[in-house]
């Protein structure tokens, strides 16, 4: 059982910079990828980046390719989110999520993660 713990979340105005972290326990190395995904009030959650922890591809989605970047330190089996030009439509409670994957395509949807932190909040304020 992997156990995943964010932290980093909080407010901001727009345009400032947040950097969340996530970091995997239990059995680490049964999973190779691991991604952020948000989900704003009453919408539904939406994938943001991914990573495969194996040495593969990095995937953001378009709606923040070019602001938020998507790492990892193997040491710690930490992922990162930095996320830059925070937007008020970036508000939303961001989950870490962890599964593992066949080959090293773009996963960004809920069902393809089989582990999920209990979410941190971000908010953007105008």
């Known amino acids: 059982q992997v156990q995943l713990v964010e932290s980093g979340g909080g407010s901001v105005q727009a345009g400032g910079s947040l950097r969340l972290s996530c970091a995997a326990s239990g059995f680490p190395h049964s999973i190779n990828s691991m991604a952020w995904f948000r989900q704003a009030p009453g919408k539904e959650r939406e994938g943001v980046a991914q990573?495969?922890?194996?040495?593969?591809?990095?995937y953001s989605a378009d709606s923040v390719k070019g602001r938020f970047t998507i790492s990892q330190d193997n040491a710690s089996d930490t992922v990162y989110l930095q996320m830059n030009s925070l937007e008020p439509e970036d508000t939303a409670t961001y989950y870490c999520?962890?599964?593992?994957?066949?080959?090293?395509?773009?996963?960004?949807?809920?069902?393809?993660?089989?582990?999920w932190g209990q979410g941190t909040q971000v908010t953007v304020s105008s």
């Open positions: 990573i495969y922890t194996d040495g593969g591809p990095a």
């Open positions: 999520a962890a599964t593992r994957l066949g080959g090293t395509g773009r996963f960004l949807f809920p069902d393809a993660y089989w582990y």
